[in-house]
């Protein structure tokens, strides 16, 4: 059974930050491409950033590519989003999910792309 577990979400001041982390399990997830997606209230889903495999590659949005990382831990089956400078705008729940990839570099910034998705965390920015 695949399992996609989030964390680290919370109440944060403008300005402050967070890491938010998703445990993986049930898949092999050294081939997987792992992304991050945010679900405003009210709104659809909006691709944050994603990493490939290996975890040499990232693509993130341009509103938060200065301000937020991801990564992964390969030997922990983990991936990470380490956000800071956050702003009343980034408030949303937090999702990680995970796509299985081919060879080579695939960053999909699409939700449909993805096929296992965690339950999110939320992530609330105050002003």
């Known amino acids: 059974q695949v399992q996609l577990d989030e964390s680290g979400g919370g109440l944060v001041q403008a300005g402050g930050g967070l890491r938010l982390s998703c445990v993986v399990s049930g898949l092999p997830f050294s081939m997987y491409t792992m992304g991050w997606f945010r679900q405003p209230p009210g709104k659809e889903h909006e691709f944050v950033a994603a990493?490939?495999?290996?975890?040499?590659?990232?693509y993130s949005q341009d509103s938060v590519k200065d301000r937020f990382t991801i990564s992964r831990d390969n030997a922990k089956n983990t991936v990470y989003l380490q956000m800071s400078s956050l702003k009343a705008e980034d408030t949303a729940r937090y999702y990680c999910?995970?796509?299985?990839?081919?060879?080579?570099?695939?960053?999909?910034?699409?939700?449909?792309?993805?096929?296992?998705w965690g339950q999110g965390t939320q992530v609330t920015v105050s002003t």
């Open positions: 990493i490939d495999r290996s975890g040499t590659t990232t």
């Open positions: 999910a995970a796509i299985f990839a081919p060879e080579g570099v695939y960053l999909p910034t699409h939700d449909y792309n993805y096929k296992y």
